[in-house]
């Protein structure tokens, strides 16, 4: 079975500073998928950025990027420019086609603060 | 707007009673995935549907919980005599299913408070 762990629970950065979030993964699959959702105080969920196995080029959206490890399976998340609107849970997901079936598998995610 | 539409937004409900959660999909996207967020932690897989169809309900409990999602109208995630358990947030996602087009949006989510 796959698993998704955020072994940061908490953490806090300085605003216009850059900050880490880490996400490892298990699976035996090869082609899968992986995820950053973001889930501010209003507790809806906002996609971040997405990576395709596959694909060995690091996923980029503006300040948000990834390394992605597939040998090691890690997939961390790397905020630049820190704003305080990023104050929010980092949720990292894993989707594999496994059996016909679409289902993110999520870690326990990372609360951001962003500080001033 | 032509994203997740869940309803209602807050919903509180008295033990044994039962529980009504509707989520209409984005335009265009013919699958719908419900998820479950208790306090303080992630969101854990519920039920896969496509229209008319549970593809995969591995993460519904067997009991009280039932979801459909027919040919017309939204998908509706059913729990009777709810329990304080129960409480939680519900969270709908869609996607179109196609090839390259893995992403999940997600609805707002349905905050259920059973008393």
């Known amino acids: 079975a796959q698993t998704v762990t955020q072994s940061q629970p908490e953490m806090s950065v300085q605003e216009a500073e850059t900050v880490t979030l880490s996400c490892t993964y298990d699976?035996?699959?090869?082609?899968?998928?992986l995820f950053w959702y973001k889930q501010p105080p209003s507790r809806q969920m906002i996609l971040v950025i997405r990576?395709?196995?596959?694909?060995?080029q690091n996923a980029t959206e503006n300040r948000f990027s990834v390394n992605f490890q597939k040998a090691a399976k890690s997939f961390s998340l790397k905020i630049s420019d820190s704003q305080l609107g990023d104050t929010a849970m980092y949720f990292c997901?894993?989707?594999?086609?496994?059996?016909?079936?679409?289902?993110?598998?999520f870690g326990t995610g990372t609360r951001l603060k962003v500080l001033a | 707007n032509a994203g997740v539409m869940q309803n209602p937004r807050h919903l509180v409900r008295r033990r044994g009673q039962e529980a009504r959660l509707r989520c209409s999909p984005m335009?265009?996207?013919?699958?719908v995935y419900w998820y479950r967020q208790l306090p303080e932690e992630g969101l854990k897989f519920m039920v896969y549907?496509?229209?008319?169809?549970?593809?995969?309900e591995s993460g519904m409990p067997k009991e009280r919980f039932s979801a459909e999602f027919p040919k017309e109208g939204p998908s509706i995630l059913r729990i009777q005599q709810v329990v304080r358990g129960d409480s939680a947030a519900y969270f709908c996602?869609?996607?179109?299913?196609?090839?390259?087009?893995?992403?999940?949006?997600f609805g707002p989510g349905t905050r259920l408070l059973v008393l």
């Open positions: 996602a869609s996607s179109s299913g196609l090839a390259g087009a893995e992403t999940q949006y």
């Open positions: 699976t035996s699959e090869s082609n899968y998928y």
């Open positions: 990576q395709e196995a596959y694909k060995q």
């Open positions: 997901a894993f989707m594999s086609r496994t059996s016909g079936t679409y289902k993110y598998i």
């Open positions: 335009k265009g996207h013919s699958h």
């Open positions: 549907l496509q229209k008319e169809n549970i593809i995969d």
